[in-house]
C-alpha cells in the first residue's frame, strides 16, 4: 500500500501508479477501497454477465472502472463495483485507457461485512448529487438488491421479484437469478 499523505488534486491522484491496492479519491484524500471476498467477487462477476448479456449493442458495463465526478463541489474519483454506461452517453466507438469520461446511468455498489447500507444511502444520494442516474446495491447477508431513485426513494428486491426499469429498457433481473448465478443459493 502506497503511503499517501496531504490533499491530493485529481491530476495527481490520476497520476498514482497501480498496485495491488485500489484508491478513490474523496476529499482529496486516496481512500483504498476494501479488499473484495469470495461473495463480493462472484456476485460482481455474475451482475456484470447478466447484464452484459442484456446491454449488448447498448453499452457497456465494466467492473472497477473509474468514474469521475463531482462531489460537493471537489473532484471524486470513484471506483464502483459495477458501471453500466450507455452507448447514447459515451459512443461505442470511444476506446482509451482512462477513466470514464461521462457520468454513467447506473452504479452498483456490494457490500462487504465491514460496510454498512447506511454508507450506501449517503454515497446514492452523493452519485445522485454528481448526475448518476440509478444506484444498486447488493446485500449478500441479506440476499437482496435495494434500487435507489434519485427522489430519495429505494426498493429492496429479493427472490423473484424482477427489478424492472424505464431507465434500462428490457431488462429484468431478480435476485434469485443474480444469486444462483453467482453460485451463492
Known amino acids: 500500500m502506497l503511503n499517501i499523505a496531504g490533499q491530493l488534486s485529481?491530476?495527481?491522484?490520476?497520476?498514482?501508479?497501480?498496485?495491488?491496492?485500489?484508491?478513490?479519491?474523496?476529499?482529496?484524500?486516496a481512500i483504498p477501497?476494501?479488499?473484495?471476498?469470495?461473495f463480493h467477487s462472484t456476485l460482481q462477476l455474475a451482475l456484470g454477465l447478466l447484464i452484459r448479456a442484456w446491454?449488448?449493442?447498448?453499452?457497456?458495463?465494466l467492473p472497477e472502472w473509474a468514474i469521475l465526478l463531482k462531489r460537493q463541489g471537489k473532484d471524486w474519483a470513484?471506483?464502483?463495483?459495477?458501471?453500466?454506461?450507455?452507448?447514447?452517453?459515451l459512443p461505442k466507438s470511444w476506446k482509451r485507457n482512462e477513466a470514464c469520461p461521462a457520468i454513467p446511468e447506473l452504479v452498483i455498489e456490494i457490500i462487504s461485512p465491514d460496510q454498512t447500507m447506511k454508507k450506501f444511502e449517503d454515497k446514492a444520494q452523493d452519485y445522485f448529487a454528481a448526475g448518476v442516474s440509478r444506484v444498486w446495491v447488493v446485500d449478500p447477508e441479506a440476499i437482496s438488491i435495494r434500487v435507489f431513485l434519485p427522489d430519495g426513494s429505494s426498493q429492496i428486491?429479493?427472490?423473484?421479484?424482477?427489478?424492472?426499469?424505464?431507465?434500462?429498457?428490457?431488462?429484468?433481473?431478480?435476485?434469485?437469478?443474480?444469486?444462483?448465478e453467482a453460485e451463492l443459493i
Not at 446491454?55 to 458495463?61: A, E, N, P, S, T
Not at 428486491?157 to 444462483?180: A, C, H, K, M, S
Open 10 to 29: 485529481l491530476e495527481e491522484f490520476l497520476a498514482l501508479p497501480e498496485g495491488d491496492v485500489c484508491y478513490e479519491l474523496v476529499n482529496g484524500q
Open 33 to 38: 477501497k476494501v479488499s473484495p471476498k469470495f
Open 55 to 61: 446491454c449488448k449493442g447498448k453499452g457497456r458495463v
Open 78 to 89: 470513484l471506483l464502483p463495483d459495477l458501471t453500466y454506461i450507455s452507448y447514447e452517453r
Open 157 to 180: 428486491y429479493t427472490d423473484n421479484t424482477p427489478i424492472v426499469d424505464e431507465l434500462l429498457p428490457g431488462l429484468e433481473l431478480t435476485t434469485r437469478q443474480v444469486f444462483e
